[in-house]
């Protein structure tokens, strides 16, 4: 579903500041794969999203989405492909709008939209339908402008919005960062009910260990530009949060190593 392989981006090539955040990157995911993406700041995380979203461009490399080569495409045309929930629960939603016309939006992503009408009956009913499933009772809230929801319930918008249009992969950056605990928590839940309901493929960065454990079938972690470790389901289940931070430990003191030799 996901190929990504050899891809590099180095930003200011040539400079003073130049700066290597991804480094022959080859990774693979399979339909229905949710993968967690840990390390620390710097290690490339919203890089290799933004290359795979096509807000960027790898200098080197290729990038494949369901089956198609997507290295030169623009994002906009990728759209149709994939889906983002990002950091800001402001960002994924248009709050002077209401939430069935954020939804109708959504529904259409990467579609020619052309103009047409308001929110219909039978468009109305399936948002009531899907909104439902959140638990939250923003379907009885349709006409009811984003802007005046909360971060989770807009986070919770946003998830619900990412899947409408049936994507091949949900791109989760942060999405619960921006949360108190118990909205992060909800939010969570929904995220992994949401992937499962609609088969998605997923790729989700976050800082927290805990949570990039519990989530998913894969975890990877980044350090300067590489991917430095890939677990599957079942030695993610094998594996604690200490595990992490003892390998993480592990490679900072090795690439400290590494500098002191050259």
Same mark, same amino acid.
């Given at each position: ?121 039978? $468009?109305?009913?399936?948002?009531? &339908?899907?909104?439902?499933? @959140?638990? *939250? #009772?923003?379907? +009885?809230?349709? %006409?009811?402008? !984003? ?70 079938? $894969?975890?990877?972690?980044?350090? &300067?530009?590489?991917?430095? @470790?890939? *677990? #599957?389901?079942? +030695?993610?289940? %094998?594996?604690? !949060? ?21």
């Amino acid at each position: 579903m996901l190929r990504l392989v050899g891809v590099s981006k180095t930003f200011f090539p040539g400079t003073a500041n130049e700066r290597r955040a991804l480094r022959n990157v080859s990774l693979e995911l399979a339909e229905g794969d949710f993968a967690t993406v840990i390390g620390s700041n710097g290690a490339g995380k919203s890089t290799l999203l933004n290359v795979i979203a096509g807000s960027l461009s790898a200098d080197t490399g290729t990038v494949g989405i369901g089956g198609r080569d997507v290295t030169k495409m623009p994002a906009h045309r990728r759209a149709a492909l994939l889906a983002r929930v990002f950091q800001d629960p402001q960002a994924g939603t248009s709050p002077h709008l209401t939430i069935e016309q954020n939804l109708a939006v959504a529904l259409t992503r990467g579609t020619r939209r052309g103009l047409r009408g308001g929110v219909g009956p039978r $468009r109305r009913a399936l948002f009531r &339908e899907h909104l439902t499933v @959140l638990g *939250l #009772g923003l379907e +009885q809230r349709l %006409r009811n402008r !984003v802007g005046m929801l909360s971060g989770g319930q807009r986070q919770a918008l946003s998830l619900l919005m990412a899947s409408l249009a049936e994507p091949k992969l949900i791109l989760l950056y942060e999405h619960t960062a921006a949360l108190d605990p118990a909205r992060a928590e909800l939010v969570t839940e929904l995220t992994m009910k949401v992937v499962a309901d609609h088969n998605l493929t997923a790729l989700m960065v976050t800082h927290n260990m805990a949570q990039a454990l519990r989530v998913g079938n $894969r975890l990877l972690m980044m350090h &300067e530009g590489e991917i430095i @470790l890939s *677990l #599957g389901a079942a +030695q993610k289940r %094998r594996t604690t !949060v200490a595990d992490l931070m003892d390998r993480f430990a592990a490679v900072k003191g090795q690439m400290a190593d590494r500098s002191l030799l050259t």
